[in-house]
């Protein structure tokens, strides 16, 4: 049996990245720092035949990290992917921006996927194989008023899960990046200030040079894990330091 290891498993995207490798025969540690969050998914319907791990842990914290890719490998075996989807976002403009909020949105964007994919390269180099997907955003290359903080954060989770495939490529080892648009998650929920702000992201925002999303709709989390799932699989076995756009249309394809 496969082995995966999820952060932000307790996410709205997490969550159904977990269910859609678990519903795969996959086993799936589900990493997140919310124990109580993360024991509602692992307890969720459909999963009660599957194989999981809870494993509580700030991705953030290199230690917590590490100790995480351990418990994972020594209850499950050898790690076969890792999926860094953990995430957060503080919005508001650069100006009123606080230090604390830079840092802890880099410290989770950026500084997680570093921690959880330098802990888990070298199993995987003992392996001679291994997938690890980033979910980063379609934020990262393209500018979003009031969203410096996390554009760039994604921005650099990009870059360094693509050198990291560079680096790997000689050891059977494939990295690549999802990066959503929006997506009916509480974390972009939580920004809505407006019982219309569902058709606004879909319509666009001119006055933020915003434009909408051509297929007319958000995506569900269901439609990111199905591209997580993808580039995780054999099916994608000569892709890699790819990034795979999931935002119907709304970066027009750049």
Not at 179 to 195: F, N, V
Request: hydrophobic share 50%; glycine share 12%; proline share 3%.
């Amino acid at each position: 049996m496969k082995v995966a290891l999820v952060t932000g498993a307790a996410g709205g995207i997490g969550e159904a990245i977990v269910r859609e490798l678990a519903f795969s025969g996959i086993a799936v540690a589900l990493i997140d720092r919310d124990r109580d969050a993360l024991e509602r998914v692992a307890s969720g319907p459909g999963l009660e035949g599957c194989r999981t791990l809870t494993v509580v842990a700030d991705v953030s914290v290199a230690d917590q990290a590490e100790a995480a890719v351990m418990e994972a490998g020594n209850a499950l075996g050898g790690i076969d992917y890792l999926v860094n989807a953990a995430g957060v976002l503080q919005s508001g403009w650069i100006a009123e921006m606080s230090d604390a909020d830079w840092h802890s949105t880099m410290a989770v964007n950026a500084g997680g996927v570093f921690h959880m994919s330098r802990a888990v390269a070298p199993n995987m180099v003992r392996r001679s194989g291994g997938a690890i997907v980033t979910v980063s955003s379609n934020a990262g290359s393209t500018p979003r008023v009031g969203m410096a903080a996390y554009a760039a954060s994604k921005a650099a989770a990009t870059m360094f899960t693509r050198c990291l495939g560079l680096e790997l490529a000689k050891y059977g080892i494939r990295c690549n990046v999802v990066a959503p648009g929006s997506t009916d998650t509480p974390m972009l929920t939580a920004l809505w200030k407006y019982e219309q702000a569902e058709r606004i992201a879909v319509d666009g925002v001119p006055e933020a040079y915003r434009i909408g999303i051509p297929l007319g709709r958000i995506a569900q989390p269901d439609d990111i894990a199905a591209a997580v799932r993808f580039l995780l699989s054999d099916a994608a076995a000569h892709i890699t330091m790819q990034e795979l756009v999931v935002d119907g249309g709304a970066t027009l394809g750049v």
